[in-house]
């Protein structure tokens, strides 16, 4: 009997410690499941971080801030329809959100008439309508910037329109600066006096689009990661490409650059005052976006037009109703907004 009981606590202990490091065994597998798992959720995060965005990520409510001459999102013109083109404009505020994840040293390509010095011409040029100078892709050389290939070329490939927004590549103490397109494509090398050094601390809540087919203007504001809120949607009256005083009003992204709450205009072709556009917001060349033009330069403002929404007929100009250039005005401040033009 002691032999049987000596062997049966013999076999409860074997069956006892064999238990326990199957357990051990199971509790090791289990955690190292959880630690790989979170791991796996580790890098799933990490790659949805670094995915770049699309117009499929942009949630975009309209939430209006401005409703007067608001329009729907599509309606009737003459014969025809038109619509806000929100897709596109997803598309481009995803690009927004996308080169604003990464740091920058932000600038911007400036030469307003000329101020900072009429550029060089392009290896490769053509006159245009206006018998000016540009090079083959259609940006002239008359308020541009020279982009080099190479730091030490003879002469730019291309022009870079004024208002154009860039990321620095290299110090901005030296002649030349090295910049990486943001409002167009490649790295280039600039004189330095042409690009305004705006900082890292770029934060872009409020963009302005323009839509040149479908003649309006559409204004948002961030709210969050990928989310934008609609607070405009007016009728609006773009360039009109007229040669020898008319120009349209080219696509692309712009920088806010300066305000002024009357800009005074000449007559075409001559020196003398005509009139004045108010809460005029700059962006590139003399391209403004204003309010209805006054022929009198001590007229009042005049708050509506007929012409806005329907057909090109300014000089580069994008026209608005005063009420509504005025919240443009007072939302977009030079070197924090940007104006993208669409067509």
């Known amino acids: 009997m002691r032999k049987y009981a000596f062997w049966s606590v013999l076999c409860a202990l074997l069956i006892t410690a064999s238990c326990k490091i199957t357990t051990k065994n199971t509790d090791t597998a289990a955690e190292k499941r959880k630690q790989d798992s979170l791991e ?58 996308n080169f604003q994840r990464a740091p920058h040293t932000y600038g911007v390509l400036q030469n307003y008439k000329n101020r900072n010095g009429e550029s060089p011409v392009v290896e490769n040029f053509v006159r245009n309508a206006y018998k000016r100078v540009s090079d083959t892709l259609g940006t002239e050389r008359y308020q541009s ?144 976006i204003h309010g209805v033009p006054v022929n009198n330069p001590k007229g009042k403002i005049v708050e509506y037009s007929w012409s806005l929404g329907t057909t090109p007929r300014s000089h580069m100009c994008v026209r608005n109703a005063s009420s509504h250039a005025k919240f443009v005005y007072d939302t977009s401040k030079p070197y924090q907004a940007l104006v993208i033009v669409i067509d």
């Open 145 to 288: 910037a020279p982009l080099y290939r190479e730091e030490n070329s003879e002469k730019p490939s291309i022009y870079g329109r004024d208002g154009s927004l860039v990321s620095l590549e290299s110090s901005d103490t030296l002649k030349m600066v090295k910049v990486n397109g943001i409002s167009f494509e490649g790295s280039w090398f600039v004189p330095k006096r042409y690009v305004k050094n705006i900082g890292e601390d770029l934060k872009i809540t409020h963009v302005n689009f323009v839509d040149v087919t479908n003649q309006n203007i559409l204004t948002v504001e961030r709210t969050g990661e990928n989310e934008w809120k609609i607070r405009s949607m007016n009728p609006a009256t773009s360039g009109l490409h007229k040669p020898p005083h008319q120009m349209e009003t080219p696509v692309g992204i712009f920088m806010v650059q300066e305000q002024k709450p009357k800009m005074f205009y000449f007559g075409d072709g001559t020196k003398t005052i005509e009139g004045f556009a108010p809460y005029a917001s700059r962006f590139t060349n003399g391209g403004y």
């Open 40 to 97: 796996q959720i580790k890098k799933a995060e990490e790659a949805e971080k670094a995915r770049p965005r699309t117009a499929a990520d942009i949630k975009l409510e309209k939430d209006l801030q401005y409703d007067q001459h608001t329009l729907e999102e599509t309606y009737p013109y003459k014969d025809t329809t038109r619509q806000f083109q929100l897709e596109k404009i997803k598309e481009k505020l995803a690009f927004v959100e």
